[in-house]
């Protein structure tokens, strides 16, 4: 079966702080990633994707992620966290056979002023 | 992204009630995918919809749980005889060809 794991479930942070979230995935053919956001009390709403050329993709809010498909990762990474980056992130794979995306359980992640 | 509307935001009911949540995908968007989030618990997937037809229900519960997307008007999940378990958020997504998942707000069921 497909899955998706996110490793860290809650990671702390200070501001300026780099960032740093794993996410690997058990599918061998072609895959879509995606990196969802949830700030407090609202929707998820999309981060950044990959379907395909340059493995490094950037996002918004300085946000990136880069696909290593011998290590079936698509980690998150910022440089520099800020308090406003205070949310739950989840990872998503749609394998390109078929319709479905699978998310990982996601990671909260607090940033502290 | 204002655009998938789900409603009722909040709904609340009693053990044995049936609850009905509601979702309208993003204008010309055919795929509906209904998750529910449980605290601690991430996305769980449910059902895909298109106009029409149930696509895969693989993570729906056997009884008591059900979906449609018909022809006109929105997607509904449906649960019957609500028991305290079932309590969660329901959020509903809809994608214009599976590219990429557009979410709604979520609907936060709470059975007492």
């Known amino acids: 079966a497909q899955s998706v794991s996110q490793h860290n479930h809650h990671v702390i942070l200070s501001e300026a702080a780099s960032l740093e979230l794993g996410c690997n995935y058990s599918?061998?053919?072609?895959?879509?990633l995606f990196w969802y956001v949830q700030y407090p009390g609202q929707h998820l709403q999309l981060l950044l994707k990959?379907?395909?050329?340059?493995?490094l993709v950037k996002g918004i809010k300085g946000f990136e992620a880069e696909f290593i498909k011998s290590k079936f990762s698509f980690n998150l990474r910022k440089p520099s966290v800020q308090w406003s980056d205070t949310a739950e992130y989840f990872c998503?794979?749609?394998?390109?056979?078929?319709?479905?995306?699978?998310f990982g359980t996601g990671t909260s992640l607090t940033v502290i002023p | 992204n204002a655009g998938v509307m789900q409603n009722p935001r909040h709904l609340v009911r009693r053990r044995g009630q049936e609850a009905r949540l509601r979702c309208s995908p993003m204008?010309?968007?055919?795929?509906v995918y209904w998750y529910r989030q449980l605290p601690e618990e991430g996305l769980k997937f449910m059902v895909y919809?298109?106009?029409?037809?149930?696509?895969?229900e693989s993570g729906m519960p056997k009884e008591r749980f059900s979906a449609e997307f018909p022809k006109e008007g929105p997607s509904i999940l449906r649960i019957q005889q609500v028991v305290r378990g079932d309590s969660a958020a329901y959020f509903c997504?809809?994608?214009?060809?599976?590219?990429?998942?557009?979410f709604g707000e979520g609907s936060r069921l709470t059975v007492l």
């Open positions: 997504a809809s994608s214009i060809n599976t590219g990429e998942l557009f």
């Open positions: 599918y061998g053919g072609t895959v879509n």
């Open positions: 990959y379907f395909s050329g340059d493995p």
């Open positions: 998503a794979v749609r394998p390109n056979t078929g319709n479905q995306f699978y």
């Open positions: 204008k010309g968007h055919s795929h």
């Open positions: 919809l298109q106009k029409e037809n149930i696509i895969d």
